[in-house]
């Protein structure tokens, strides 16, 4: 008989053998910032976690710094929206500030933006409308036109989460042609139309005001159509891939993995949270062992960055250990 428990008789042997792990290095912190001042809203859907205004940051920035988690994904909520999603591109935006206030305080965070018109217009999609319908073409500008503004406010990766056609290879021209040709582009790459990003949408105040996002987004169902959105972006000049959401598309995240030898990026999603926050409060799950199990998951399955709102979590459970 081959004894495969001799793999397992203690910790150090545990710990030699073990395949994979997390390094607070690959986790990226998303946070949200509103226009307006003295403002810490907590999100109901989204327990620890806040809005906060620029001038509140500072305590979340403090609280990231000392975690040693070193990059966020910065979410602007507006004041005021528009059809064409206006402040998405004017360089004295909310995120655009937000920007700049966190590479004045903490230059040394990698500051990710993410890239779309969802938060920023009347009608919540993530594209300019027409008849109803979401443009894609005409939409392509102003993606790149805001990829640019964010790079001008200091962001250090463009991460593109539309799902407009063509639209890595507008930002990757824009950014090189304004002089940003070292700026990254993180592009959500295989993003599915998914149930699991309704307590993001409290949050960031996106919810489209009608109809959904089907026409953009991926199928749930489509497993070989992922591959190809994560090579046509490749070929478009994206230089990390994502999977999102994370958890119900594991298989997704390994067969790209297996596909490219780009770096996986998974994005652990606002329900994946949700769901995990609620159960631990209620006491019928054990948060920490949960947590570090589903992140293990991902990197089992082939990502290298994980972004997930347990990010500060995780890092604090690692200094305890
Ligand atoms: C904007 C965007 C969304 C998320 C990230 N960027 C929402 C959406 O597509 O409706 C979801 C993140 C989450 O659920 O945590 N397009
Ligand atoms: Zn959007």
Known sequence: MYRMRRLRVNEAMRNLLRET??????????????????????????????????????????????????AIL????PAHKDEVGSEAYDDNGITQRAIRFIKEKAPDILVIADVCLCEYTSHGHCGLICDGKIL??????????????????GADIIAPSDMMDGRVKAIREALDEKGFKEIMIMSYSAKYASGYYSPFRDAAHSAPSFGDRKTYQMDPANRKEAIRECLLDIEEGADVIMVKPALAYLDVIREVANSTNYPIAAYNVSGEYS???????????????IVMENLIGMKRAGAKIIITYHAIDVAKWMDER
């Open 74 to 77: 910065i979410f602007g909520i």
């Open 275 to 289: 769901m995990v926050k609620a159960a631990a409060m209620n006491g019928w799950i054990d948060e920490r062992k």
């Open 21 to 70: 792990s997390i390094e607070k290095s690959d986790l990226v912190y998303p946070v949200f910032i509103i226009e307006g001042e003295n403002i810490k809203n907590s999100i109901s859907s989204m327990p620890g976690i806040y809005q906060y205004s620029i001038d509140r940051f500072d305590e979340e920035l403090k609280s990231i710094v000392e975690s040693g988690i070193s």
């Open 136 to 153: 894609n073409d005409e939409t392509l500008p102003l993606l790149s036109k805001m990829a640019v503004s964010m790079a001008k406010a």
